[in-house]
């Protein structure tokens, strides 16, 4: 895990942040918040989880997405007063007893906590079987540029709030929430054998998703749901329903 953490200041910072990322800004006085940045037709650009100090508020992000949200951040700022910022600070994480200043992980109570410091790594948690096991994606991983946040699980995994009002690609994922069905997405299956992650799933001799993360007998693979089967295949892994 490597991150990399934004400042982002300026009596602009909450309503700038607010008009731009999917979740509520407002939650932060209870916590982290998990969000992410969008593009105007509502695909993935970057996730991240913020907290707020007195200084700031702060984007825990992939180290490799970092300067593209910097990016784009900054081009979304304007005449706004928002400065924005690349920290030295770096995350711990754990699944035991939490450190003191330590916040839990809004995704899901199994990923446990992360601490803001001057100290990084985590308690060896295996981080993979909790995601597949809760179909949690990853940034680069199950996260992609292609990647709707809605058939990636975004709503169960608190990531975002759909009364908070506009921000870039809202309006494609209210009508995916509101006007139809989620017919393809992000779910937990059981795989025998190993296959690479990017490998197809096919079903019937055709086409119907794509595997990736493995932890022991399930992934998590990209699917057409009314395709899903027990006889699906992944390369030389056979694949079933969870």
């Not at 400042?7 to 700038?16: P, T």
């Amino acid at each position: 895990m490597t991150r990399t953490i934004l400042k982002v200041s300026g009596k602009d910072a909450h309503a700038f942040l607010q008009g731009l990322v999917t979740n509520d800004v407002d939650k932060l006085k209870q916590g982290l918040v998990y969000a992410a940045l969008l593009t105007p037709q509502g695909k993935y650009l970057a996730d991240f989880l913020m907290y707020q100090r007195d200084d700031g508020i702060f984007l825990d992000a992939d180290s490799a997405l970092a300067p593209s949200l910097m990016q784009r951040l900054t081009m979304y700022r304007l005449r706004a007063d928002v400065q924005i910022s690349e920290t030295e600070l770096t995350v711990r994480r754990g699944t035991g007893p939490a450190p003191e200043g330590a916040l839990p992980d809004p995704r899901h109570a199994e990923l446990g906590w992360r601490l803001y410091g001057t100290q990084s790594g985590d308690d060896g948690t295996d981080w993979d079987a909790i995601r597949v096991a809760h179909c949690i994606p990853d940034t680069g991983i199950e996260l992609t540029p292609d990647s709707y946040i809605l058939e990636s699980g975004f709503e169960r995994l608190n990531g975002v709030d759909f009364k908070k009002g506009c921000y870039v690609g809202q309006e494609v994922t209210a009508r995916m929430k509101h006007k139809t069905e989620l017919r393809k997405g992000l779910a937990t299956i059981r795989i025998t054998g190993t296959a690479p992650t990017g490998t197809d799933v096919i079903a019937s001799g055709k086409t119907i998703g794509t595997l990736f993360t493995q932890s022991g007998d399930q992934a998590i693979a990209y699917l057409r749901f009314d395709r899903v089967n027990d006889n699906m295949q992944a390369g030389d892994a056979t694949l079933h329903k969870a």
